[in-house]
């Protein structure tokens, strides 16, 4: 038989071909997916449930002037804690407010169910010269709504420089001792009291406290305070 040279390299090229081809790997097992690394249990967050103390003011009561964490309310709040005191004080001073200003916030400070609210505002209204017949029915308006919701109220009684003129000084200071008699308010005579008089506890402009004013402010505010709380 004649040999067929042709067929004879075909068929090697064809087996080399075939020999080279990789060998099929298998496909691995199917197998149950790899478990989810665990999460932390979210921590539940924690209610504060100590009654309000709202500080319901102007520039004296937000800290004008000063770092954070150094407003009457700060030291307040320290104080508090110092003796024991489960309360938490709400800082809703604003600078510049005035009483008219104080009535339109009433609301926002009623919706923190507050046991106590130190209200002190007035002195802008006194400063700006306005009627102190405003200054009252305002003052009054925001009293009557503190006590109607169940919140004992604390007046920060106030007084005006003396180029303001005895009259409307006299007219200004009778709003607050008025107001302690008709609705029988605990009344800080005058808010600033120990601090006004000494220049090292005031800021350069001559009417906010340093740190270390409003430190003896929070001090003054206590005394009045501490009887209307409870441990």
Request: glycine letters at 10%; one cysteine or more.
């Amino acid at each position: 038989m004649r040999f067929h040279w042709r067929i004879y390299w075909v068929a090697v090229v064809l087996c080399v071909a075939a020999c080279s081809k990789p060998e099929a790997k298998p496909e691995p097992a199917a197998g149950p997916a790899p478990a989810a690394a665990a999460q932390p249990a979210a921590q539940p967050v924690e209610t504060d449930t100590r009654p309000v103390i709202v500080a319901f003011g102007d520039s004296l009561t937000a800290g004008y002037g000063l770092e954070p964490g150094l407003s009457y309310a700060d030291f307040l709040q320290k104080q508090l804690d110092a003796k024991g005191y489960r309360y938490r004080v709400v800082n809703q001073g604003i600078s510049g407010d005035t009483t008219d200003g104080g009535v339109t916030r009433v609301a926002e400070a009623l919706r923190l169910k507050p046991a106590v609210v130190i209200l002190e505002l007035g002195a802008n209204d006194g400063l700006r010269g306005l009627p102190v017949e405003s200054t009252g029915a305002n003052l009054t308006e925001m009293v009557d709504s503190f006590q109607k919701a169940g919140a004992k109220v604390v007046l920060c009684g106030m007084t005006l420089p003396r180029n303001y003129g005895q009259d409307y000084i006299r007219n200004f200071e009778k709003v607050f001792q008025e107001l302690t008699r008709t609705r029988k308010l605990t009344t800080i005579p005058f808010f600033l009291d120990g601090v006004a008089t000494r220049p090292e506890l005031m800021q350069r402009d001559g009417m906010h406290p340093t740190a270390k004013g409003t430190e003896k402010v929070a001090g003054t505010v206590m005394k009045y305070l501490e009887p209307l709380l409870r441990k």
